[in-house]
């Protein structure tokens, strides 16, 4: 038994993940294209949010959207329908993309001409967390319905986000959601996290949350 060799498989992919996510956040960095890893769960409003996003945005700079989903092209149809240079990823089954997975979508958007493309990730709080994309900024979406706890049961993926978008605050009223402590729970555990709460629905807070995100798309692409 002692001659069997035991490999740790899941730090070696992380490991060889990381080193193709710097070289692609290094190339994307010199063609002046700001990538944008969007997570949440499913129903949060991902992409009501980016509708919105857009909506702001669109005239001011040049955006592409990447769909992620293990099946239905629904999310990329309805980017596209808004007007926005968009394509749908299966992920065949797998719960995440990874930094091989977003720089092959990449190319097939031809991004060469977009200040930001924002890649919509699976929808769930586990794996997405684990495998860095080559972003330049990782960003999270907490919906008011799904509980102000949610730091607590899913804390690596907190801890990884660059901003924590507070979605459905009109909804707060009807629902036992405490911001303070999510702000507690949260600073605990990433101090440097930027958050908006914002309503997609009714656009409450999204300046804020676009100005932000314009202001980090300026700086990286400079």
């Known amino acids: 038994m002692s001659d069997i060799r035991v490999i740790e498989v899941k730090e070696n992919i992380l490991a060889d993940n990381d080193k193709e996510a710097q070289v692609l956040r290094d190339k994307l960095k010199s063609k002046k294209t700001f990538l944008m890893n969007l997570m949440s769960s499913p129903g949060s409003g991902k ?7 857009v909506e702001s945005l669109k005239d ?4 592409g959207i990447m769909e992620a989903d293990i099946d239905s092209s629904v999310d ?11 394509i ?11 930094a091989a997975m977003t720089e092959q979508g990449l190319n ?3 991004y060469d001409d977009l200040d930001l493309v924002v890649l919509e990730n699976v929808g769930n709080l586990i794996c997405p967390a684990e495998f860095d994309t080559g972003a330049a900024k990782n960003v999270m979406i907490l919906s008011v319905p799904e509980g102000h706890d949610k730091p607590l049961k899913y804390p690596l993926m907190f801890s990884k986000v660059d901003a924590l978008i507070i979605n459905k605050i009109d909804v707060m009223p009807y629902f036992d ?17 930027k958050i908006f709460p ?13 100005d932000w995100l314009l202001g980090e798309v300026s700086i ?3």
């Open 47 to 53: 992409t009501t949010t980016l509708l919105r996003t």
């Open 60 to 63: 001011r700079i040049k955006i």
């Open 76 to 86: 990329a149809e309805t980017m596209a329908r808004a007007g926005v240079k968009s």
């Open 88 to 98: 749908q990823l299966h992920t065949g089954g797998m719960c995440h993309l990874d």
């Open 108 to 110: 097939e958007l031809k």
């Open 177 to 193: 959601f405490d911001m303070e402590k999510l702000r507690d729970y949260v600073g605990k555990l990433n101090k440097n996290v």
């Open 198 to 210: 914002i309503s997609a629905k009714t656009g409450e807070g999204v300046k804020d949350w676009t």
């Open 220 to 222: 990286h692409n400079q």
